[in-house]
């Protein structure tokens, strides 16, 4: 267990704490409990029994010695009952600080100022996980080529259904084949093509079929979404 924790003697540690600390934990963590820091209190003047605090990826444990050292008295806190944490850095170390849910401040003073940066930093990780929990790292450029095809295939069923709302109400009629002009890449209004027929003078029928046709053009990449919004728009307002 001591080998374990020789990792957190590198950032002005007292070694002394850290050996009591870790002669108690073997009894205190839990079944999955995982150790991922450990800052210990140094005070200007000697501290004989300085106060410690543990992070663990399930909990805080604040540890402070009793009776000369001879006992310990540890408080824990779940990071779901944890609502923030917070550094302040002083002359003389640095204060940490976390608050819960019920609206408690605990804070530690005369914390070495590196190893209150290593505990914020450890602390903001494992509420970050709470608010945003990862069950399967998905490589980013997977996750980008399964959206795509969902985002389109709604896009089908949107217009799928539009169109079959018009089939329900008008009559099947055979489709016409119709030469199309090159369109304007940006048009404020549709212009009707020369020689064509006004829209006001055909019927639904014809109508409708005009509306599937500019639909085929902006899937095949002839129009643009909103060149064809345009032309759905002025169709309907004759239907």
Same mark, same amino acid.
Do not use: H, W
């Given at each position: 267990m001591k080998e374990q924790f020789k990792k957190f003697l590198n950032e002005e540690q007292d070694p002394k704490a850290i050996e009591k600390i870790t002669s108690k934990l073997n009894d205190l963590l839990m079944k999955g409990?995982?150790?991922g820091y450990i800052a210990?209190?140094?005070?200007?003047?000697?501290?004989?029994?300085?106060?410690?605090?543990i992070l663990t990826?399930?909990?805080?444990?604040?540890?402070? $010695?009793?009776?000369?050292?001879?006992?310990?008295?540890f408080t824990d806190y779940t990071w779901d009952d944890i609502t923030g944490a917070f550094v302040k850095e002083n002359i003389l170390g640095s204060e940490f600080s976390f608050s819960t849910d019920t609206d408690l401040i605990l804070s530690i003073?005369?914390?070495p100022k590196i190893q209150a940066r290593k505990m914020y930093t450890y602390a903001k990780e494992q509420l970050d996980?709470?608010?945003? $929990?990862?069950?399967?790292?998905? $490589?980013?450029?997977?996750?980008?080529?399964e959206a795509e095809p969902e985002i389109e295939d709604e896009i089908e069923e949107v217009e799928a259904e539009e169109v079959t709302s018009f089939a329900e109400i008008l009559p099947a009629a055979p489709a016409v084949t119709?030469?199309?002009?090159?369109? $304007?890449?940006?048009?404020?209004?549709?212009?009707q093509p020369a020689g064509e027929r006004r829209l006001s003078d055909l019927s639904k029928e014809e109508?409708?079929?005009?509306?599937?046709n500019y639909k085929k053009l902006l899937d095949n990449g002839l129009i643009m979404q909103g060149e064809y919004d345009a032309y759905k728009k002025e169709i309907l307002s004759y239907m």
């Open positions: 409990e995982e150790v210990v209190q140094k005070k200007p003047a000697i501290t004989v029994f300085p106060d410690s605090i990826n399930k909990r805080i444990i604040i540890c402070t $010695p009793k009776n000369l050292g001879l006992s310990m008295n003073d005369y914390i996980l709470l608010k945003n $929990p990862v069950q399967t790292a998905v $490589p980013v450029q997977e996750i980008v080529e119709e030469t199309f002009e090159p369109l $304007p890449t940006q048009p404020v209004q549709p212009t109508l409708f079929d005009k509306l599937q």
